[in-house]
């Protein structure tokens, strides 16, 4: 379009009624989606179209999905020389754009699947976030039904998730000279073990620490033998010591990415959250079913405790815990998972007010014994603003409970009790 002519486009929408200017952009915005998925070959183009999923909750994530499939569409994006950038980009995200499922994906997924297709078992484990999007992606209704009526184009991939090898987590440079128990407080208890298994020969360790043993007490008597033999388990028993307090929970910003009832248990939902984490996300069971519509779960944004021990619930392993408020009439009078502030992103921290607890590590697991949770939560409550805070039961001081961007609250409940 040269200047002139752009000029007289200018002056023609300059007149026109607000009316219609609005739709005129929103024609402009559905003509450019329409032009990119028209690039697209079949059967891409057609497992795009007739999955029917949106193309943009607003104009910013409209042209975002028109932007990934123009490059679906040239091809470059899906090459396996690309796959580690793609990688990287997806790592921290559920979805290609923004926080929900958009035509975007679909054409991601359809341009990818000839590559998933064929990679072998080494290759799919090398891209862990990919696989973990791909297969996410692969199970969503809308793409199911549009794949199924293309088929064999599309079939579904299987993985053999069980069997892929752990994901190594490197430590950071200052991290690494910490001694084993404060290392262990930045990572999941997995992450631990795999660091302790598979990064650190079982043998070596095990063998220098028995020659520092036999040469303290030759040389002490075996006064130093306590000395070396006290880091190892000292600092395990001393981040759970004394009494809990509530920066021992390890809280996080969840997203739920997929939920469906549990089919041996009529009120418990099972719940995919992403936490942020390279694994993908966690396998939640709640028993929310009675209290809180399907509806309202789906793609909800709520705050999860992630250190509890793993429990088998009706059979499924239940990896976290979501905070949800029950009326302070108690749950018939009602139950809502306690909200996060906006702008919040999956993994973000999320800790109680105050010196004495802001900057403190939570611990890598909550042993079951020690009742930590247990003791903290009756002192989980909402005020009368709503927002969720811990009062302290010995000092009845505050402690609102927050992330980086601002406060967590329960919608409708004062005086809510939070479990």
């Not at 992450?191 to 303290?216: F, G, I, S």
């Not at 969840?254 to 396998?283: F, N």
């Not at 010196?355 to 930590?372: D, H, R, T, V």
């Amino acid at each position: 379009m040269n200047t002139l002519t752009r000029s007289v486009h200018l002056l023609i929408l300059h007149r026109l009624p607000t009316r219609l200017i609005t739709r005129v952009h929103i024609l402009a915005r559905k003509m450019s989606y329409e032009s990119s998925v028209s690039g697209l070959p079949s059967p891409l183009k057609d497992l795009v179209v007739n999955s029917q999923v949106d193309v943009g909750k607003n104009e910013a994530d409209k042209a975002e999905v028109a932007q990934w499939i123009e490059k679906v569409a040239k091809g470059e994006v899906v090459k396996t020389a690309a796959l580690p950038d793609l990688e990287t980009q997806l790592a921290p995200r559920t979805y290609i754009v923004s926080n929900y499922l958009t035509a975007a994906d679909v054409a991601l997924y359809g341009a990818l699947h000839p590559v998933f297709s064929q990679l072998q078992p080494a290759q799919l484990y090398s891209t862990p976030a990919l696989t973990r999007y791909f297969d996410h992606i692969q199970t969503r209704p809308s793409v199911v039904a549009a794949a199924r009526a293309l088929s064999p184009a599309f079939s579904f991939v299987s993985f053999d998730l069980a069997s892929a090898p752990p994901i190594e987590r490197k430590a950071d440079a200052p991290k690494k000279k910490e001694k084993a128990g404060a290392a262990a407080e930045q990572v999941e208890p997995t992450a631990a073990v795999t660091l302790k298994e598979d990064n650190v020969p079982a043998d070596k360790p095990k063998e220098k620490k028995e020659k520092k043993k036999d040469a303290a007490s030759a040389d002490n008597g075996g006064k130093k033998k306590e000395k070396v033999s006290a880091p190892a388990g000292g600092k395990a028993v001393a981040e759970d010591a004394g009494d809990p307090v509530p920066s021992m929970i390890d809280m996080r910003i969840g997203h739920i990415v997929d939920v469906k009832k549990h089919p041996e248990a009529d009120s418990l939902y099972i719940e995919q959250i992403d936490l942020g984490e390279e694994t993908g996300p966690r396998t939640v069971v709640s028993g929310l079913v009675n209290y809180i519509p399907i509806e309202e779960m789906r793609d909800k944004y709520l705050v999860c405790i992630c250190n509890l021990k793993p429990a088998n619930m009706r059979g499924v392993k239940s990896f976290a815990m979501v905070l949800a408020a029950s009326s302070k009439e108690g749950k018939d009078g009602g139950v809502e998972l306690i909200q996060p502030p906006p702008g919040s992103k999956p993994g973000e921290r999320v800790y109680f007010e105050g010196p004495e607890y802001e900057n403190a590590q939570p611990l890598s697991q909550m042993n079951p014994k020690k009742k930590i949770f247990e003791t903290i939560q009756p002192g989980f409550t909402t005020l009368d603003t709503k927002e969720a805070a811990w009062i302290n039961p010995v000092t009845k001081s505050v402690h609102r409970i927050r992330t980086k961007h601002g406060v967590c609250v329960a919608p409708n409940f004062v005086g809510a009790s939070l479990s």
